[in-house]
């Protein structure tokens, strides 16, 4: 079946302006996760919606970073005012629920490339 | 949430078996120990998971020490397509939320 998409695949835009990026989670995962990939280092957690919890927020940077997800599927991470240091590859990811001795292992999408200029 | 330390990079020849060292010396007794990689390019993929035992699957082994302050993952004969940044993370059990850290580069020559 199709994996979790994003989109755009790249997205160039100048300092200070506002940019979506969109993730479509596998169907049928209520887990959804983003994350950053600055160049040459590790996956960073920026934050995880889990069905109608409130979503855990703990991973963003800034207020200038904000994430939605309408309907309990398709989710917007929002980056107002960009700055260089934003320039990242972001990552979305979807899994099933479990916790405890349950696990859902998380499916990546293929990230979107941001350069901020 | 408990760290995790890898070496930066390990290296193996083709058909070879690869043992990757995870030290994990603050895990507490309800942390998972998981293995994702990342191919070139590509976002991570989920290798395996473990509490206390040691585990198998198709991709690799999962070696955790009795005292759960290590662990290693093996794969038993590695090919060029296993080069990639293996991480290792320590997962809360009340939690999906994972946390990576630098993971450990390896290479695969032929």
């Known amino acids: 079946g199709a994996g979790v998409s994003q989109s755009p695949s790249n997205k160039v835009t100048e300092k200070g302006k506002d940019v979506e990026l969109r993730c479509d989670p596998i169907?049928?995962?209520?887990?959804l996760y983003w994350y950053r990939q600055s160049l040459g280092q590790g996956l960073e957690f920026l934050i995880y919606?889990?069905?109608?919890?409130?979503?855990?927020k703990s991973g963003l940077p800034s207020d200038r970073f904000s994430a939605e997800r309408t309907g309990g599927s398709v989710s917007t991470l929002t980056i107002q005012r960009t700055q260089q240091e934003d320039s990242a590859v972001y990552l979305c990811?979807?899994?099933?629920?479990?916790?405890?001795?349950?696990?859902?292992?998380?499916?990546f999408g293929p990230g979107t490339r941001l350069t901020v200029l | 949430d408990a760290k995790t330390t890898q070496p930066n990079s390990m290296e193996s020849n083709e058909e070879e078996p690869v043992h990757l060292p995870c030290n994990h010396s603050?895990?507490?007794?309800?942390?998972?120990i998981h293995w994702y990689r990342q191919l070139p390019s590509q976002g991570p993929e989920y290798v395996i998971h473990?509490?206390?035992s040691n585990v198998n699957n198709r991709m690799a082994s999962l070696a955790i020490a009795e005292d759960r302050k290590s662990s290693t993952l093996i794969l038993h004969r590695a090919t060029l397509r296993d080069a990639a940044v293996y991480y290792c993370?320590?997962?809360?059990?009340?939690?999906?939320?994972?946390?990576f850290g630098t993971g450990t580069r390896l290479q695969v020559f032929p």
């Open positions: 993370i320590l997962r809360s059990y009340n939690t999906d939320k994972l946390i």
């Open positions: 919606f889990q069905g109608n919890s409130a979503p855990d």
């Open positions: 473990g509490l206390t």
């Open positions: 603050t895990i507490s007794g309800t942390d998972y």
């Open positions: 169907s049928g995962h209520t887990a």
């Open positions: 990811a979807s899994s099933s629920p479990g916790t405890g001795r349950s696990y859902n292992e998380q499916f």
